[in-house]
């Protein structure tokens, strides 16, 4: 039985969905102002983890996340541009496609736009305003009074401060600090900094407050209550209150049942950021030897809840502890043992399927879930040492790995050999094994020397020599 923490609550909750078996879910997505940097990535992981652990427990999962294409910061960016807002946005947006593809990152059923949604947006202020909980100010802005909304404050754990209300606790920022508390934007007169940017309206020419975005998206594409609300533990305030002040100001309903957050991720144990130089994109994972799939992996091996602290030394373990899996894969492949110990490998794939999902119905622990799977690898890895692994034990353990890896994304990642490569390695391996034959064995260790700086490890069993990349 599946569980969560839930923010709003404070502690883990026995997940139920509103309509049995069905899962409506939504992920805060980007702001397309800029590249995404690996921080962001660490919510979206953890977000397709979740999903993609709900598919495995047979629920059917309705996912959106949204993309926010105009907002102080997109306007901004444009502006600095000269470009259109579409054309500057969807620059970054394609990029994060591709960055999604990278990480093996499930697509979600719909990718909606803020400013596909316009009319949704004033249709709600409308209605806010209409219930005594939106009103315009002198600037021509129309913004929501907190003071109306009783349990403001709550999913923040906010309610036992003094809030501010009305004008002197107004703020037109798009975001801000969570000692700035006030009535917020739900729809921006427009502006000289705007440029040709705005919608007409009610209230005037402008553009929707970045808050009442999410709540119109959702509102439309999944209904007036979902089941799972996702982004970084960041969104908490203001967006995430202010999205439930919102949608349950019109509805007089519980918007979201559970509310999901991702810890931040610190690199070398500081705050992510340009001016420290230790900002990183996906593309700089890339580059490094062990990939993004050991991005992934690192990421995975962290609880979500606990702050992760990146490093190039914990991405190379990583990748290290990810060859260990590639390699055990390998060994399956070649498995040419006996079967005489298929009852107890059987006995072990059922064990091991009952420990993942223990850990992972315990609020997704990865970290012992995982450790589970390394043990059982070490445990397979006995009984082929042993050459107790025939055709059929190598595929029920081959697929019960995949039945791992709809979850994992990262077992069956390896990436394929270059043809130019693969073959100066079998010439090399022919070469030292013809010097190991002729007992010329100073030569055939100058050949596993070489191979082994090109990160090629070699096995020998009887006369046939395997070998894998590290």
């Not at 039945?403 to 693969?422: G, H, S």
């Amino acid at each position: 039985m599946l569980k969560l923490y839930n923010t709003l609550s404070r502690q883990n909750e026995i997940f139920v969905p509103l309509t049995d078996k069905k899962v409506k879910m939504y992920t805060c997505g980007p702001t397309v102002y800029n590249y995404i940097h690996i921080g962001n990535y660490t919510t979206y992981l953890f977000s397709d983890l979740l999903k993609r652990y709900l598919l495995h427990s047979g629920f059917r999962v309705n996912d959106v996340m949204n993309i926010t294409d105009v907002d102080d910061k997109t306007i901004k960016g444009s502006s600095e541009a000269g470009s259109t807002l579409t054309d500057f946005t969807q620059k970054y947006e394609q990029t994060f496609y591709d960055d999604l593809k990278q990480l093996h990152i499930l697509k979600a059923k719909k990718y909606p736009h803020a400013t596909h949604y316009i009319k949704q947006i004033i249709k709600l202020i409308k209605q806010l305003e209409k219930n005594g909980f939106a009103y315009q100010a002198e600037d021509k802005s129309v913004y929501y009074d907190i003071s109306e909304f009783e349990s403001y404050g709550k999913l923040a754990n906010l309610e036992n401060q003094n809030l501010k209300t009305g004008a002197a606790g107004r703020t037109n920022s798009d975001e801000y600090e969570k000692d700035n508390v006030g009535d917020f934007a739900l729809w921006k007169a427009h502006n000289q900094a705007d440029g040709d940017i705005k919608w007409d309206s009610p209230w005037g020419p402008g553009r929707p407050g970045w808050h009442i975005e999410c709540s119109a998206m959702i509102m439309k594409l999944l209904g007036d209550q979902i089941d799972i609300h996702i982004g970084g533990e960041d969104l908490i305030f203001p967006h995430h209150q202010n999205e439930i002040a919102q949608t349950e100001a019109i509805t007089e309903k519980q918007f979201v049942k559970y509310w999901l957050h991702k810890a931040h991720l610190k690199v070398d144990n500081k705050k992510m950021s340009k001016s420290l130089g230790n900002f990183f994109l996906l593309k700089d994972v890339a580059t490094e030897n062990s990939g993004v799939m050991a991005f992934r992996f690192l990421v995975t091996t962290s609880h979500y809840r606990q702050p992760l602290n990146f490093t190039r030394e914990s991405l190379q373990a990583s990748a290290e502890a990810l060859n260990k899996i590639y390699n055990f894969v390998d060994r399956l492949n070649i498995a040419n043992g006996s079967d005489n110990q298929l009852e107890k490998i059987e006995r072990l794939i059922t064990e091991n399927v009952k420990q993942f999902e223990l850990y992972m119905n315990d609020d997704l622990n990865t970290p012992n879930a995982i450790a589970t799977l390394f043990t059982f690898i070490n445990e397979i890895n006995k009984y082929l040492d042993q050459k107790q692994v025939g055709g059929k034990a190598a595929k029920m353990l081959t697929n019960h790995l995949k039945q791992l890896d709809k979850v994992w994304a990262f077992i069956f990642t390896r990436k394929k050999v270059d043809k130019n490569f693969e073959q100066r390695v079998e010439t090399l391996i022919k070469s030292r094994n013809d010097h190991r034959k002729n007992r010329n064995f100073a030569e055939a260790d100058k050949i596993r020397d070489e191979l082994a700086k090109m990160n090629v490890e070699i096995k020998d069993e009887g006369e046939k020599t395997h070998w894998t990349i590290k």
